[in-house]
């Protein structure tokens, strides 16, 4: 599904948020890595309101999938949003 990852952004108590590249269209991706032992009620929440989103100015979702015993979201986000995250 993605192309390369960049390294983590940063690493929070819910997990880590990489920058990432999507293989076919070339989007540059965040991919949040939660671990399954975290609160999935929280995450299942955060996903249904990324469903919602579709703006260049905020966040797109792209999809999210389990692997190993982490859940992997992934989102398309502003170059604003990129600032805040990583300054």
Known sequence: MHDCFTGALFTR???SVY???HKET???LAIKQVPVD???QEIIKEISIMQQCDSQYIVKYYGSYFKNTDLWVSFCISDVVWLTLIM
């Open 19 to 21: 920058k990432a590249e």
């Open 26 to 28: 070339g989007q540059v």
């Open 38 to 40: 975290t609160d999935l």
């Open 13 to 15: 108590s819910y997990g």
